[in-house]
């Protein structure tokens, strides 16, 4: 065990020692429904993964809605947001994001942009999704050394997998927010005819430049520019513009955001297949994106109109149409249970707008399917044998064109072939899975395979009632992408030069977890404790060089450790004056240590949050604090970030009897805090938004 996991026991020992309640159960409203974990090719109850994992359902995800899919998720312990502004955030599992984490839709990818480049923003809206499963670390092992971070798996229920409830059911959800004059609608209708079921849904999320409570640069970024501005010549023309530091507001953030959809499906005893279209549009701003270079300021006669063009305002027009067609067959005989599957086709565009003018343009176009089978229970020994099995495929056609396409057309394809199994003799019990992968590359006229394989085995033990304990270890290997083979430019976004390296080999990951879930009474503790160690951690590490005042990156292999642990715990606190007060607390953290020293950039802190509930007939109140420890393990060239605290209240109320309609009143950062997430690129250009105020309007039809 390595050292750095040794120096995590002694915070989290409290935690592991209790174990573990289902983290699914603290997110759900299914008090004593066993939850299926769908993204588990196993099928396996959410009390039972020998895994970390979490299930969000749709009235959770309304509770916690902050904007992108991503920000909405982030409060979920070991999962933060790249945050790149409102508009493009993407989620960052256990310190690991952009291809190390696999965003998907009802289990394919998306089909965007959106690992290229943290500006580019996640084709999937939070609102959209019935559920999102969220899978950490060896429980991705099923979608392929892509995920050797962890799955995010929107369920969005386009494709009808059972019919409606009396005929026609439907949600409607409208919302204000007032830090950015925010408006949200969104809503969806599902009704039978006959044997087929129809889906329709639509949604529209706008939204201003957002407040803040300070400037939009932190201290620590203004000083050094100050330090920076002192010493070049033009001091005169520099203090002006140090003069028009943003303040209360980040410039260029609004957005707006549409998407609409349709579905049909034949629901039948013993299974269903349907087709869905969508169609989703995007027009947002790119704060603290910049596309002025400083050689373009060398002619002194031209610096007005230059500094002119420095202050252009960055936007984003992004359109995607998709296709999917999904299924699922069960009861299919004496060896095969179910078979599922699920394919989708997507042309995707983005143009990069610097004022009026078009700047840099991204295509992709591609597919993605994926195919399980799951075999009938049986019994072998002493125990319940369980097992599945399946197979994925993708291609895409990524083209980037532009002054800043730092990256080259490139043609993607990978297939892969994965099983799962489980033993489970009620006191114990073994589970397994392993999957083989090959990934052919293709730019410049240079072509790279690469054949990976990922395997890991858990051992799984209840020694008392309400108790589950696992430990996993899992071997994972990650195929390089075209950004880290090919990138060869500027990359404007991350304001680095960013060199690829087409000798680049496979990543692997060593990793060990502990998981545990225990009931105590009426509370529920859940926890995990993992480390990993890479060999070949794929980086853009800085050399120490500048060109146009953008630091210079190269791709490489490093051996990295990153370890760290995650928990939950809720439960009741008791009643006073007819309310009912229920606890719950999370922590996580995670820590990484560079072979050849140093850390990884962009790492999340120790972060707690502490909330309280209370109940009375049709009223909920719920307030909590978030807590942001300092990070001062930084990279190298990178900034440390302050810590900070927000305290959030939120307060429903149902005055129907039935849930049918609801209604919401939030303050978010009622302290009007400066925070500053670690984990973003922006961080020092774009803090969290200040004081905000969200109403919302819940409806069930």
């Not at 596309?291 to 995607?320: F, G, N, T």
């Not at 591609?366 to 072998?380: D, M, N, S, Y």
């Not at 005055?655 to 309609?661: A, K």
Request: hydrophobic residues 35%; charged residues 30%; aromatic residues 10%.
């Amino acid at each position: 065990m390595s050292k750095v996991l040794k120096n995590t026991v002694a915070p989290v020992a409290l935690i592991a020692a209790l174990a573990t309640a289902p983290a699914v159960l603290a997110q759900t409203d299914e008090i004593d429904d066993v939850i299926t974990v769908t993204s588990n090719p196993l099928l396996t109850g959410a009390d039972e993964v020998a895994g970390s994992v979490e299930v969000v359902n749709q009235d959770h995800i309304i509770d916690n809605l902050s904007g992108s899919l991503a920000d909405t998720i982030a409060h979920e312990p070991g999962v933060s947001t790249t945050y790149f502004g409102p508009a493009a955030s993407r989620p960052v599992i256990r310190g690991l994001g952009a291809d190390r984490v696999r965003v998907l839709v009802n289990g394919t990818g998306l089909i965007d942009a959106s690992t290229s480049s943290p500006d580019h923003a996640v084709a999937s809206e939070a609102l959209e999704a019935e559920r999102v499963e969220i899978l950490r670390g060896p429980a991705a092992i099923a979608y392929g050394g892509g995920a050797i971070g962890g799955v995010v798996n929107v369920i969005d229920g386009r494709i009808a997998e059972e019919r409606a409830e009396d005929d026609f059911e439907g949600r409607f959800y409208g919302g204000l927010t007032t830090v950015d004059e925010g408006e949200t609608f969104a809503g969806r209708a599902r009704f039978n005819l006959g044997e087929f079921v129809f889906h329709i849904e639509g949604l529209s999320r706008t939204a201003e430049d957002f407040d803040i409570p300070g400037y939009a640069e932190s201290a620590l970024y203004r000083e050094l520019e100050e330090e920076e501005h002192e010493e070049e010549e033009h001091e005169e023309d520099e203090h002006e513009h140090e003069e028009e530091e943003v303040f209360g507001t980040v410039e260029n953030s609004g957005l707006e955001f549409t998407t609409g959809s349709i579905g049909v499906s034949w629901v039948g005893e013993n299974g269903f297949i349907g087709v869905a279209y969508k169609q989703s549009d995007a027009f947002y701003g790119v704060p603290g994106h910049a596309h002025a270079h400083e050689e373009e300021h060398e002619e002194e006669e031209h610096e007005e109109e230059e500094h002119e063009e420095e202050e252009e305002i960055v936007s984003i027009d992004m359109e995607q149409t998709r296709f999917d067609l999904r299924g699922e067959f069960r009861n299919l005989g004496d060896v095969v249970e179910r078979f599922r599957f699920s394919a989708g086709t997507a042309e995707y565009e983005h143009t990069e707008l610097e004022g009026d003018e078009i700047g840099t343009q991204f295509s992709n176009e591609g597919w993605e399917a994926r195919g399980e089978l799951r075999f009938v229970e049986r019994e072998i020994g002493e125990g319940t044998w369980t097992g599945a099995a399946g197979m994925q495929a993708f291609s895409r056609d990524f083209v980037a064109l532009g002054e800043e396409a730092y990256v080259p057309p490139s043609q993607t394809d990978d297939w892969g072939i994965f099983t799962a199994q489980r033993w489970d003799a009620g006191s114990w019990g073994l589970e397994g899975g392993l999957r083989l992968e090959s990934r052919e590359i293709e730019a410049l006229g240079t072509s790279r395979d690469f054949d990976t394989f990922s395997v890991s085995g858990s051992v799984f033990w209840r020694p008392a009632d309400e108790t589950f304990l696992a430990l996993t270890l899992s071997s994972n290997e990650r195929a390089p992408t075209d950004v880290e083979l090919f990138a060869d430019g500027e990359h404007v976004a991350t304001r680095t030069v960013e060199n690829g390296d087409v000798d680049l080999d496979v990543e692997r990951a060593v990793s060990i977890e502990f998981t545990a879930r225990k009931d105590l009474g009426d509370w529920s503790i859940e926890g995990a404790l993992f480390s990993a160690d890479y060999d070949g951690f794929i980086g853009a590490f800085p050399t120490g060089e500048e060109e146009d005042g953008f630091l210079v990156v190269d791709y490489r292999a490093e051996d990295v450790n990153l370890s760290g642990f995650e928990g939950r715990i809720e439960g009741p606190l008791g009643a006073y004056a007819g309310w009912n007060f229920t606890g719950d607390f999370t922590a996580e953290y995670v820590t990484s240590d560079i072979d050849s020293g140093g850390d990884l950039p962009r790492l999340p802190p120790l972060a707690f949050t502490a909330g309280v509930t209370a109940e009375k007939g049709m009223h909920e109140l719920h307030a909590e604090v978030e807590w942001f420890d300092e990070q001062e393990n930084t990279a190298e060239f990178e900034l440390p970030t302050d810590r900070y605290a927000l305290f959030n209240v939120r307060y429903s109320v149902t005055p129907l009897q039935t849930d049918d309609f609801r209604f919401i009143l939030e303050g978010r950062n009622l302290g009007d805090e400066e925070a500053r997430l670690h984990t973003s690129f922006l961080k020092d250009q774009v803090p969290l938004p200040g004081r905000n105020i969200r109403f919302a309007i819940i409806a069930d039809f």
